[in-house]
């Protein structure tokens, strides 16, 4: 036997209870923008420029620009086309750009915790240390919007080992960290159950954009391609279709336009998916299908 998590069993997608979204729909559709802020002359954080000692100030500016720029043309661009965000927020962004935060809680947009700074990951600290970050990222967004978060999502998607027996003590309800499923899955952690929602690993502007190197064209190719495969696809079981972007990287002026390119694509049959966020599908899913037994236990 290999050494495994004991977060969650094995599940076939083609042997799962059957149900649908709101409105009968099929297919859920949701987009995850990275708010994020970076410590200046050190930290972890996407290199621009690798290989370059700190301080750097063209890495910085590179992701400084989607706080300054790119975050304010990406939420007018889903005020043209009517569609919710989930906002992964750092919460070091209230302190830094409160304006840019305020712009989206206008919006209505669901805020979902993202760590105080994307300069810093939970894997690595110690356990004590993580639940301090957790309680001080959870009392941040309470004070500022007037209620927890009900989802989590790891700074460089990079949780511990014990990050879901912290954020379930903690009283969330679902995380991010776990893009394993194109439907919700329950896991088990040592303070019960803690649901997992479907979040992209694929269509994501990091991986496609900065790390392979792919183009604006090609990511807007492959997130077209993904929502008439995954459409399709619904037929057989009811999805959930999640595109992650950054500010700073489809925030750049020529991205922002393959991203409209997306959007204008995926409106046209807006009557056959339902536009959500990702909490909005924890919720409904959860109402639907409560945990199983074997979540409420402890891992072993």
């Known amino acids: 036997m290999l050494p495994t998590h004991d977060r969650f069993r094995y599940s076939p997608i083609v042997d799962r209870p059957d149900f649908t979204w709101p409105g009968g729909r099929r297919l859920g559709v949701y987009v995850a923008l990275c708010v994020e802020h970076f410590a200046y002359g050190s930290g972890l954080g996407l290199a621009y420029s690798p290989g370059l000692s700190h301080p750097n100030s063209y890495n910085w500016g590179w992701r400084e620009y989607g706080n300054r720029v790119g975050g304010w043309r990406l939420a007018k661009l889903f005020d043209e086309f009517r569609l919710p965000l989930t906002v992964l927020l750092n919460t070091a962004c209230y302190h830094h750009c409160p304006q840019l935060v305020a712009a989206y809680r206008a919006r209505g947009d669901e805020i979902v915790a993202h760590g105080r700074t994307n300069s810093e990951h939970p894997n690595g600290m110690e356990p004590e240390t993580e639940r301090r970050m957790i309680a001080e990222v959870t009392q941040t967004i309470r004070r500022h919007e007037g209620g927890p978060p009900l989802g989590w999502m790891s700074p460089g998607a990079h949780p511990s080992a014990a990050t879901e027996d912290l954020l379930a003590e903690a009283g969330y309800r679902y995380t991010l960290d776990w893009p394993m499923d194109d439907q919700p ?116």
């Not at 929602?197 to 190719?221: C, K, Q, S, W």
């Not at 279709?241 to 002026?253: E, L, M, R």
């Not at 339902?274 to 924890?282: D, E, K, L, N, V």
Request: glycine share 4%.
């Open 185 to 300: 899955v329950w896991m088990q952690t040592r303070h019960g159950p803690l649901l997992s929602v479907p979040y992209p690993h694929e269509v994501n502007d990091v991986p496609m954009i900065v790390l392979h190197d792919g183009t604006a064209r090609a990511f807007a190719d492959m997130a077209i391609d993904n929502f008439e495969e995954m459409l399709l696809q619904s037929k057989d079981q009811p999805l959930l279709y999640g595109i992650t972007i950054h500010t700073f990287i489809v925030g750049q002026p020529f991205r922002l336009r393959q991203l409209r390119r997306v959007l204008e694509h995926i409106n046209r049959v807006r009557d056959q998916v339902w536009f959500t966020t990702a909490g909005r599908a924890a919720q409904h899913y959860a109402a639907q299908f409560p945990p199983p037994a074997h979540a409420s236990q402890a891992p072993r």
